[in-house]
């Protein structure tokens, strides 16, 4: 088992790998000359050959990779084009809000979209379930800013409920940053939640036919008691693997909900970013979610044996 | 559950077995439709989905002939009126037609929807092949499809298009590899399972050489799989495309497509919400519509799976 965890950890270092390297041969694999792109329509010859300097495109790309990996894994995400501040620097300035928000919707998500599933799962066929199947097919399908404005529009806006826009600190109180991040929280969680229903369900649908659930029937189990210990326990793998997946969703979606919802967090970085071609950035932000969907993973994959005690390695 | 029960009294008496002919009325005798419209009678999801679809492509193709006007044509004079008789989903802060922009934004949609999923499902199938049959090939190409499936596909896409300019034909580019990895394992699963199947293996001891097996035997196999997880991919391209656009890294703001309608009325969302919200509109019908198709697709082309989901 223990040769099993150190394994897997290791596994995730050439994927990382891959990734920042892909991520740093963007640059090069752009059609034309990503200096001039970057630089805009309006820039000076000297403004482009700086952007090129600073970006190290005017050296040999293998050794460009090698400094740049090397300065990454010293914690050196390199310096904003536009602001001329460290990426990290900026990083850390704006991780707070999007953390705060994809926190609190992995929560929310996950507490509201598991009992739906195990619901639809044991009134198999009833309105209850086509009403789930429905809500996860439409969870699909209306994308995160149109539920966002939706919601922002109905609950902040006809009935004056909770803000409209912006982020209150932590620190500043558990309630008022609840409020600020309730409505995006939900936009969010949407498709999230429609992921996970969607699995709890089939999966339960699965193990409720399993002879230990016959045999906890016999001998007088209660019907919440047969769900949520015998049933629930036994669906956990998939549905935990499915949650590890959907972050990626998370993330996505939450450099647009900050956008609809004016939070100041990384994904509000990435746009602004995106608009001043400030590159660098973008490539840091990536990188750092792109470790974090990783690691989520990794953690997810070795708890599996907390999970289900059936799985040996 | 529902297909089980209806089996169930299948108490084949000795009687009708001797007596009845080959097909005893266990089941009643309705006979299955058959032609098209049988096949959609059976599949309603298929039905709606595509009825939906189909009207949004009459739409986007004949957006002229549905009493739109220039979607370009500037009009100061008459910024953000309301929905009237006159406008029919009001107009935006320059004075253009929301009702025309969002029609001719159908355009972007669905050619960005289409494209991206013919072309990821193309290149998908050859690298899965290629993974699924080349033991060599296969460490290094899943290796690279794992780093690449690492990254959130919209940061992906962001990426790719942060460093292009703004063009529809590069945003089909920048989406299509952000779900390359995707069809690729879908194939080389199906690859790999398939080579062990017993028709495979004996095609193989009678001596037919590999790319028959693979266009007689792998090949059709692998299509129906492709074709519902390329219309999820459609689904999840007009998405992406929206997204794109709405934070400024997609089509350019001169070609109207609903992601752009959408970042230029979030200034005024709060005052003028329509010209947010019927773009909104159009974009979740479309999205659904495809999804639906896909769900149908899904369930008619591999019975087992529609248990299970």
Redesign the interface.
């Known amino acids: 088992m223990f040769a099993y965890f150190v394994r897997r950890v290791l596994a995730t270092i050439?994927?990382?790998?891959?990734?920042a390297?892909?991520?740093f041969s963007?640059?090069y694999l752009?059609?034309?000359d990503?200096a001039a792109?970057?630089a805009g329509d309006q820039a000076t010859p000297q403004d482009v050959e700086r952007i090129r300097a600073s970006l190290g495109l005017d050296r040999p790309y293998l050794i460009r990779f090698g400094e740049w990996f090397w300065n990454i894994l010293n914690g050196d995400m390199g310096v904003s084009i536009f602001t001329n501040l460290p990426v990290t620097t900026m990083i850390k300035q704006r991780i707070e809000p999007t953390l705060s928000l994809m926190v609190l919707t992995l929560c929310l998500a996950v507490s509201i979209a598991v009992p739906m599933g195990v619901v639809a799962a044991w009134k198999?066929?009833t309105w209850v379930d086509r009403a789930v199947m429905g809500f996860a097919?439409?969870g699909?399908?209306?994308?995160?800013?149109?539920v966002g404005?939706?919601l922002a529009?109905v609950f902040a806006?006809e009935l004056d409920w909770l803000p409209?826009q912006g982020y209150t600190a932590f620190s500043s109180g558990f309630g008022p940053w609840l409020e600020n991040l309730i409505l995006p929280a939900t936009a969010l969680g949407m498709v999230y939640i429609a992921l996970i229903a969607?699995i709890t369900r089939?999966t339960m649908?699965?193990v409720l036919q399993q002879d230990y659930i016959r045999t906890a029937r016999a001998k007088g189990a209660g019907q919440a008691n047969i769900l949520f210990l015998h049933a629930l326990k036994n669906a956990a793998v998939p549905i935990v693997t499915v949650i590890g997946i959907g972050v990626?969703?998370l993330?996505?979606?939450a450099?647009?909900t900050e956008?609809v919802f004016a939070i100041p967090g990384l994904g509000r970085l990435?746009?602004d970013?995106?608009?001043r071609?400030d590159?660098p950035v973008?490539?840091g932000?990536?990188l750092l979610?792109?470790f974090v969907?990783?690691l989520v993973n990794l953690a997810i994959d070795l708890l599996y044996t907390l999970f289900d005690p059936r799985i040996r390695y | 559950m529902s297909s089980a029960t209806v089996l169930a009294p299948a108490a084949v008496t000795r009687e009708s077995v001797a007596t009845a002919p080959p097909q005893p009325d266990i089941l009643p005798a309705v006979k299955p439709k058959k032609g098209f419209i049988g096949f959609l009678r059976r599949n309603p999801t298929i039905a709606i989905g595509g009825g939906l679809l189909l009207l949004m492509v009459v739409i986007a193709v004949f957006a002229p002939l549905f009493w739109t006007v220039d979607p370009t044509a500037l009009a100061p004079a008459r910024r953000t009126r309301e929905p009237s008789a006159m406008y029919w989903f009001g107009t935006d802060m320059l004075g253009r037609d929301v009702y025309s922009r969002v029609l001719y934004g159908a355009r972007v949609s669905l050619i960005v929807g289409f494209s991206v999923a013919l072309l990821s499902s193309v290149v998908g199938l050859a690298i899965g092949m290629v993974s699924g049959y080349i033991r060599l090939a296969d460490s290094i190409i899943m290796r690279f499809m794992d780093g690449l499936m690492s990254i959130p596909s919209i940061l992906l896409a962001i990426a790719l298009m942060a460093l292009t300019r703004g063009s529809v034909q590069n945003v089909v580019i920048a989406i299509t590899i952000a779900e390359i990895p995707r069809v690729s394992r879908l194939v080389r699963g199906v690859v790999l399972s398939l080579r062990e199947q017993p028709y495979v293996e004996a095609a193989v001891a009678a001596g037919t050489r590999t790319p028959r097996i693979i266009w007689r035997h792998i090949l059709p196999n692998t299509l129906a799989p492709i074709t519902v997880q390329a219309t999820y991919i459609c689904a999840a391209a007009m998405i992406t495309e929206a997204i794109l656009s709405f934070i400024g890294a997609g089509t350019p703001p001169i070609i109207p497509s609903w992601g752009n309608i959408m970042a230029e009325g979030r200034a005024l969302w709060q005052v003028k919400p329509y010209i947010v919200f019927f773009p909104a509109i159009f974009l979740s019908i479309t999205v659904l519509a495809v999804n639906l198709l896909g769900d149908g697709l899904r369930d008619a082309l591999d019975p087992r799976m529609a248990k299970r989901l």
Do not use: D, H, N
Not at chain 1, 14 to 19: G, R, S, Y
């Open positions: 050439p994927v990382m790998a891959i990734v390297l892909f991520v963007l640059l752009a059609p034309g990503p792109v970057i198999q066929g097919v439409l699909f399908s209306v994308p995160v800013f149109v404005y939706v529009y806006l409209v969607r089939a649908l699965e990626a969703l993330i996505g979606g450099v647009v956008s990435t746009v970013a995106i608009l071609r590159y973008i490539q932000v990536i979610f792109s969907y990783v």
